[in-house]
């Protein structure tokens, strides 16, 4: 179950900065539970972007960059390339389903 | 490097049994990582089965728990899950993925596999 919910889709021209919103309740990123952020690119492995809020994977150009307030969370893209172009899911833990959860998954697109 | 390959049937009759393998290379299963599952259903999102440690202990996503076994063999350095009286709604691919000790991160994962419910 997503619990966590992002935009649907995102778009920005090469070089442009966009930003993926990831918002939550009290019982996932409000209770203090950190927020990581996963690439998802057709044909190949889920790959670890931004873990504990704002840390880049390894890897990870800085071009990527995350943050966290309240029971939201944020990813922004500055530099925006081609290959950024796939989905994009946040991740946190949830108290009270006792589950690890995602996000509803945002597309972004290279126009 | 850490590397997951998951493995296993492509289809499976309903009310039947889904088993599935995730073999770890590149690095020990008998770490202080836990080992989970995660599906992604045909134009869904992301949903977490569950997770294991080498120990064996095991934490079952609530909603999916009655049906689910996750198991680890560490002589192989492998984990598996079986999900049983399966339905189309368990069609999806499956991931394996390594969840970093310390965090709630799940940082290296498998390609996926997809399974078919299907008579």
């Known amino acids: 179950q997503s619990v966590l919910t992002q935009p649907p889709s995102v778009s920005g021209a090469p070089g442009q900065r966009v930003t993926i919103s990831c918002t939550g309740t009290s019982s996932n990123i409000g209770a203090g539970h950190d927020v990581h952020w996963l690439q998802l690119l057709p044909g190949t492995a889920p790959r670890r972007l931004i873990y504990n809020n704002k840390n880049r994977a390894s890897g990870v150009p800085d071009r990527f960059s995350g943050s966290k307030s309240g029971t939201s969370a944020s990813l922004a893209i500055t530099g925006l390339q081609a290959e950024d172009e796939g989905d994009y899911y946040c991740q946190s833990y949830d108290s009270s389903l006792n589950a690890y959860v995602f996000g509803t998954g945002t597309k972004v697109t290279v126009l | 490097q850490v590397q997951l390959q998951e493995s296993g049937p492509g289809l499976v009759k309903p009310s039947g049994t889904l088993s599935l393998t995730c073999a770890v290379s590149?690095?020990?299963?008998?770490?202080?990582?836990?080992w989970s599952w995660v599906r992604q259903s045909p134009g869904k999102g992301l949903e977490w089965i569950g997770q294991?440690?080498?120990?064996?202990?095991?934490n079952y996503n609530p909603s999916l728990s009655s049906r689910v076994i996750i198991s680890v063999d560490k002589f192989k350095n492998q984990f598996s899950l079986k999900f049983s009286s399966v339905t189309a709604a368990d069609t999806a691919v499956y991931y394996c993925?390594?969840?970093?000790?310390?965090?709630?991160?799940?940082?290296?994962w498998g390609r996926g596999t997809l399974v078919t419910v299907s008579s």
């Open positions: 993925a390594r969840q970093q000790s310390g965090t709630t991160s799940l940082d290296y």
């Open positions: 590149g690095g020990s299963i008998n770490s202080d990582d836990w």
């Open positions: 294991i440690f080498h120990s064996g202990i095991t």
